[in-house]
């Protein structure tokens, strides 16, 4: 949905009132795409800071970004720390922030990471592998209850209890210490897919993923400090791919829009866009994409 994200971002040419550049922020820089288009349309002034946790995901995008030089700034972090990141780099808010989420491409489609279905690859699942805690620790200290919760919660998962005790006692058994383990457990105890031929472990390997890395935590951080992030102007676009996601980013952009009398922020986007049926054609990743939008209401002197 690149169009739809720049539409909404509205990356500016030139300097702003104050006579500084134009600051933007990938929060979720991946690969460098969206970063790359946002410095295409702000140049020549422009400059954008790009998060993520993922290292590799930074080497592969500062390759990529590596022409436009000092204008862009790659951080290795969690976008939940978004205002100590760029505090410390002497910003207190931007003109435009852009939040990408979900699991990327570059993690799906390495074996190693640990978060594909089709290749057998280690319990891992973490987007930044530095981080203490992998799925395999994951399931050796959470309780059946909470991985019930999780996989109800998180996964849309109606059969949670009997996916979580096939799961938790073939673990203990020493029976699952790979992916494959992981979704031979799950296929045990669901069978092997679901209505439309979607493997029926997708939805544990979700859940799982969102319990190692924090995401829906990470998320509501980042939406509580929105409002001091945006200059006057600025506005805050959202991708998400996941319902939980999408109705607390939902939930939060409206709060934050009926907040104040009169509002400092206002809606771009009264329902999610969904992307078209060409780009789904094209990049059947993008299917359940849903795309939030808001903005900072300049200041009345």
């Known amino acids: 949905m ?3 994200v720049l539409g909404h971002l509205d990356p500016r040419l030139g300097v702003g009132e104050d006579g500084e550049a134009h600051v933007y922020v990938d929060a979720t820089v991946g690969l460098g795409g969206h970063a790359e288009a946002i410095l295409e349309r702000s140049s020549p002034d422009g400059r954008l800071v790009g998060v993520d946790r993922d290292p590799a995901a930074l080497a592969l995008a500062a390759e990529r970004l590596a022409r436009f030089k000092d204008r862009c700034v790659l951080v290795h972090g969690d976008f939940s720390e978004l205002r100590a990141l760029l505090a410390a780099r002497g910003l207190r808010a931007v003109d435009g922030l852009l939040c990408d989420l979900g699991v990327s491409s570059l993690q799906l489609d390495d074996a190693a990471r640990g978060f594909s279905l089709r290749a057998d690859g280690p319990l891992d699942m973490r987007m930044d592998p530095s981080s203490p805690r992998d799925a395999a620790s994951v399931l ?3 309780r059946e209850a909470d991985l019930v919760d999780a996989l109800g919660r998180l996964g849309g998962e109606r059969f949670a209890g009997r996916v979580a005790r096939v799961v938790l006692e073939r673990r203990r058994a020493g029976r699952l210490s790979t992916t494959g383990a992981l979704r031979d457990a799950v296929h045990a105890a669901l069978g092997r897919s679901r209505a439309g031929g979607i493997d029926a472990a997708t939805r544990a390997f979700q859940a799982l993923r969102m319990i190692v ?9 980042l939406l509580a400090e929105l409002p001091g992030l945006l200059r006057p102007g600025g506005r805050a676009v959202f991708l998400s791919f996941h319902s939980g996601e999408d109705r607390l980013v939902k939930h939060a952009l409206r709060g934050l829009a009926q907040r104040e009398e009169p509002p400092r922020l206002r809606l771009l986007t009264r329902r999610a866009q969904r992307p078209s049926d060409a780009e789904t054609a094209v990049n059947p990743r993008a299917r359940s994409a849903k795309l939030r939008a808001i903005e900072r209401l300049a200041e009345v002197a």
């Open 2 to 4: 690149l169009d739809e």
């Open 140 to 142: 050796d200290t959470i």
């Open 213 to 221: 890395n924090h995401e829906l935590e990470a998320l509501g951080a």
